[in-house]
């Protein structure tokens, strides 16, 4: 059963242009929603990330909207560049001693082309 | 020090090897965690252990055994493993109850 479904698989944008991936999720323990980025052969990086008392997060050029009546999350891309090629991985967790497994969605290859 | 180093990098081994994977952290995280990723697929979580006691098994065959000998290593030892087993481990650590987790960059597996 996948917890977290991530749209779209993959994606091509422009340079300049603004990448949207989105996530949804289930279940309503959830309290704890990162990003992570991975390129080949790399473990995954955390990017952002934000918990449900925030309705936005933005770190650079990094952007988390959080709808939580919605159960929708969202990662923006502003001015994305080559470098931005990679794929990302929507996530989430439950707080709680003991129960710190990370829930992954299942990734958007991004391509930003010139 | 933001680092979780995982060791070997690369790992060929036949299905009757036994072999071991280690991954080491110092930031004083209380959580570690062992992941399988597959090509173009998500990791999937295999164990957690917070405190150094093993916290959530996600039903992994008994071919993989985790160790945590103290709280800044965590091992995967490896026996009689199915080339299906070819994939990619990652070894992540948190602070704990639910903090971000830094990922090592992982263990290519091969089985032959």
């Known amino acids: 059963q996948q917890q977290v479904k991530q749209s779209p698989q993959s994606l091509i944008v422009q340079k300049g242009g603004i990448s949207i991936i989105n996530c949804a999720y289930e279940?309503?323990?959830?309290?704890?929603f990162p990003w992570y980025q991975q390129f080949p052969g790399k473990g995954p990086a955390l990017l952002i990330a934000?918990?449900?008392?925030?309705s936005e997060k933005k770190e650079g050029r990094f952007t988390i909207s959080f709808n939580k009546s919605a159960k929708q999350f969202s990662l923006h891309i502003m001015d994305s560049q080559p470098g931005d090629s990679a794929t990302y991985f929507c996530a989430a967790s439950e707080d709680g001693f003991g129960n710190e497994k990370l829930t992954f969605g299942t990734g958007t290859r991004l391509t930003i082309i010139p | 020090d933001t680092e979780v180093t995982q060791t070997p990098k690369h790992l060929v081994m036949g299905m009757t090897n036994k072999k071991s994977l280690k991954c080491e952290q110092h930031m004083g995280h209380r959580a570690m965690y062992w992941y399988k990723q597959k090509a173009k697929k998500p990791p999937e979580l295999m164990f957690v252990?917070?405190?150094?006691?093993?916290?959530i098994n996600e039903s992994v065959p008994s071919r993989f055994s985790p160790e945590c000998p103290n709280s800044s290593l965590l091992n995967l030892h490896l026996h009689a493993l199915q080339p299906e087993d070819s994939a990619l481990y990652l070894c992540a650590s948190s602070l704990g109850q639910g903090a971000e987790a830094f990922f090592g960059q992982g263990t290519r597996l091969t089985v032959v």
């Open positions: 934000i918990r449900p008392d925030v």
């Open positions: 252990y917070s405190y150094e006691k093993l916290s």
């Open positions: 279940n309503t323990a959830f309290d704890y």
